[in-house]
């Protein structure tokens, strides 16, 4: 069920005061008055004086006033006394719990405050916890104005509109006339009248669904003054369906003339979604229901099934992003194979007296001038050197050939040099030029 809280303020008719005249309404020579909630409160020095409310709820708080001159209290839940203290202070202080009492099962119940002394204590307000609606159904309040056309005045003529800042959206309707009425239907579970008290306040008959009760909103003296927007009346565990409720002021009690009506305020209680984070309003003791709804182990279930199928599509996940990592790898090596050793390339292909051959594909293009340096000794060019890892052992290879070719290879390549004057962009020396002759055969001496 949804729960709620309710305000009461000392002046409401849902407290009844008890003898009458023990009991003051806000004194008006106080100079603490402003300090009270709704600057009021009901205070007696009479010992016995008692203070009744009768609500439907599951807890409730009684609030007062503590002061230096103030006696003893009791109150009573039920007939049980809950509370005996007292509310004598060495320093005033306002609107403090005088009591409480909670955990009660959501039903009718009455509170009683008792004065236990001569010494004088106060009620400033009350506050009471009530649930309404189906288990698991969440609450909405709606207001519903005097000035809103939902009210339904009879006669029009017959009511009058005091529009003074006090009042709940700046508007109040009222009537002097016995036989005037206000209505207005509503779609709620619960319903709470609110207007004004004050001693020239006529009793009110309150019709709601055909029902009749008739309460005081100023006579047996508990209001002195006027009072602004006070909880009149509250009805609970109506149904969602729709409801009518009239006010008139009772023509037997010879009390008035006046009446008013300042907003209703209703509370409609619609279900929630009954698998959000353990509000499961179903009984769950089986795994189905007549109705087709999931119970508890059903829903426990998919929440597990759930989370064990998003651990597997994220493992999916992982193994096939792993997979074509692995994949891409694959073809990256399968693009780039070694260069397969050419026979000539092995030693035992080489001509008589050759030493092994720098590779031809790491061999640099020369200029003229880097060529001539190269073999003459000199330090070739920046532009020989840069860029190619394997100068080096080309240089190495060179070297050891220079015997070998000297009297051939260079002059042939410097000839060629020359002829071409300068080399074309296109032309590359990819190779050391073999002799164009072949040496002597090598013949060794007899052993």
Known sequence: MASFNLTVEDSSPLISYSPAGAWSDSPSNDTLLASYSGSSYHTTSTQGATATITFTGTAITIFGGHRQNYGRYQISMDGQTVVASESSAGQDAFQQILGTASGMSNGKHTVVITSSSTSPIDIDYVDIQTQTGKPGSQLTKSTVDDSDSSFIYSPASEWSINDKDYFINDTLHYTSSAGAS??????????????????????????????????????????????????????????????????????????????????????????????????????????????????????????????????????????????????????????????????????????????????????????????????????????????????????????????????????????????????????????????????????LPAS
């Open 182 to 443: 206000a209505s207005v239907t509503f779609s709620g579970e619960a319903v709470a009248l609110y207007g004004t008290v004050s001693q020239d306040h006529a009793d009110i008959q309150l019709s709601l669904d055909g029902q009749n009760v008739t309460f005081g909103a100023g006579a047996n003296g508990f209001a002195s003054t006027l009072h602004s927007q006070i909880l009149l009346y509250y009805a609970q565990g109506l149904g969602s369906n729709q409801h009518s409720l009239t006010v008139s002021a009772d023509p037997l009690s010879g009390t008035g003339p006046f009446i008013d009506v300042d907003a209703i305020v209703f509370a409609t209680a619609s279900s929630i979604n009954p698998y959000i984070s353990g509000l499961i309003v179903e009984d769950s003791c089986s795994d189905s229901t007549s109705s087709g709804k999931l119970t508890t182990k059903t829903i426990v279930g998919v929440i597990i099934g759930s989370i064990l199928g998003l651990l597997l599509l994220l493992a999916l996940v992982f193994f096939l992003l792993r997979w074509k990592r692995r994949r891409r790898q694959d073809q990256a090596d399968s693009r780039s194979p070694l260069t397969p050793t050419l026979p000539i390339q092995t030693p035992d292909m080489l001509e008589a007296g050759l030493s092994t051959r720098p590779d031809r594909a790491v061999v640099p293009r020369l200029s003229q001038n880097s060529m001539t340096s190269f073999y003459s000794g000199t330090p070739p060019d920046e532009g020989f050197i840069s860029g190619h890892s394997r100068v080096a052992s080309v240089a190495e290879s060179f070297s050891s050939m220079a015997p070998i070719i000297a009297n051939n290879a260079v002059p042939a390549t410097q000839d060629r040099i020359a002829q071409s004057g300068s080399r074309n962009q296109s032309t590359s020396l990819n190779a050391p030029m073999r002799p164009s002759q072949r040496p002597p055969p090598l013949i």
